[in-house]
């Protein structure tokens, strides 16, 4: 079993939907928890970050941990075709490394 | 966020010769760089963790003496290809944490390899 899980999808919208990304985790080490968006051909590019448990909004951005079901989620709301992206889940816990989950693909059609 | 700037974004060269990648944090100091490894459509790999002052750490299956990392000051980490082969064609990425286990990590732009 892989340390974090995350559909690869692809994910395919409408503009102006409301879009859910999910990880789920094993280990219970860890406790940074950071979204990743990422375009063909880029460095991923930091969206959220979260320590431990709750909830963080930015702008059409919210990032949910749920430390005791061991599930991240980011939610974008009024998502628009420049959202289309890879999104990278990647969390860590007692050492330096970041683990990443797959990267679920991301279309918006206007 | 901070930034982290890697050079170049895109380098072809022949089979057999080396390729030097640059990896530097531009706002912030960085013990501790990584370098990734990302083939077509798939998440990173992590390739090493890169200490400053110190020997990377390389992951399992990693072979150190074809990837050479020296982490000489707290802004500049570099990525060697030594004697490249077409399969090393890649992309690879470098991101830096700006210090401790608290804090975000934050990605370079990437550095696409080719070997012909």
């Known amino acids: 079993q892989k340390e974090v899980e995350q559909d690869p999808g692809p994910l395919s919208v409408p503009e102006g939907a409301i879009v859910s990304l999910n990880c789920t985790y094993s280990n219970s080490a860890f406790q940074y928890f950071m979204w990743y968006r990422q375009y063909s051909r880029k460095g991923p590019e930091l969206l959220m970050y979260?320590?431990?448990?709750g909830n963080k909004e930015d702008g059409r951005f919210t990032a949910q941990v749920d430390k005791s079901s061991k599930y991240i989620s980011l939610f974008i709301r009024d998502s628009q075709p420049s959202d289309s992206a890879t999104y990278l889940c990647?969390?860590?816990?007692?050492?330096?490394?970041?683990?990443f989950g797959t990267g679920t693909r991301l279309q918006v059609f206007p | 966020g901070a930034v982290v700037s890697q050079h170049p974004s895109r380098v072809i060269c022949k089979s057999g010769t080396s390729v030097k990648i640059e990896c530097r944090s531009l706002d912030f100091q960085a013990t501790t760089m990584f370098w990734y490894r990302q083939f077509p459509k798939q998440s990173l790999m992590l390739m090493a963790t890169s200490n400053e002052g110190s020997k990377a750490t390389y992951e399992q299956g990693v072979e150190k003496d074809k990837f050479l990392i020296n982490h000489a000051s707290l802004t500049l980490s570099t990525l060697t290809v030594t004697s490249a082969h077409p399969e090393d064609s890649s992309f690879y990425i470098c991101?830096?944490?700006?210090?401790?286990?608290?804090?975000?990590?934050?990605f370079g732009q990437g550095t696409r390899l080719t070997v012909v």
């Open positions: 991101s830096a944490r700006v210090q401790g286990l608290e804090t975000e990590a934050f």
């Open positions: 979260t320590y431990s448990s």
């Open positions: 990647a969390m860590s816990g007692n050492t330096d490394k970041l683990i």
